[in-house]
C-alpha cells in the first residue's frame, strides 16, 4: 500500500489481516499488524482473537497463548472462545506449559 501512496487506516489493516489469514498465511498476517505498529496504528480486537484463533488452528498453541497474553497486557482480554481454541489445540499438539510441568514434579 504505502509503495502506491496509499495510507490505510485500522479498517483497511483489519480486511488485509482477514484476507491473509483466510490464505492461511499467517507469517503475512503478522508481519502486516507489525507494519500497523510502526504506522501507530492499533489493530482491533475482533483482529488480534482472529489471528489468535489461526494460531490455534494451525497446530500453535505457544505462540497463541503468548500472543494472546500480549493482546492481554496492550488491550483487553483474550475471549473465553479463544483461550478454549488454544487449549484445545495444546491438547492435540500436547503442548504442556513449562508452568504445568515444573509443578507435577513437586
Not at 496504528?41 to 482472529?50: C, D, P, R, S, V
Not at 481454541?85 to 515444573?102: D, G, H, K, M, Y
Amino acid at each position: 500500500m504505502q509503495d502506491r501512496g496509499i495510507e490505510g487506516d485500522k479498517t483497511t489493516y483489519d480486511y488485509i489481516v482477514a484476507d491473509q489469514l483466510n490464505a492461511n498465511n499467517l507469517e503475512t498476517a503478522i508481519q502486516t499488524l507489525h507494519r500497523m505498529s510502526d504506522a501507530g496504528l492499533q489493530y482491533h480486537q475482533t483482529t488480534a482473537e482472529k489471528v489468535i484463533a489461526k494460531m490455534a488452528e494451525l497446530g500453535l498453541p505457544r505462540l497463541g497463548a503468548d500472543f494472546a497474553n500480549s493482546v492481554e497486557l496492550h488491550l483487553k482480554s483474550v475471549s473465553p472462545q479463544v483461550w478454549m481454541q488454544i487449549l484445545t489445540s495444546s491438547a492435540v499438539e500436547r503442548f504442556v506449559s513449562p508452568t504445568l510441568s515444573a509443578s507435577r514434579e513437586i
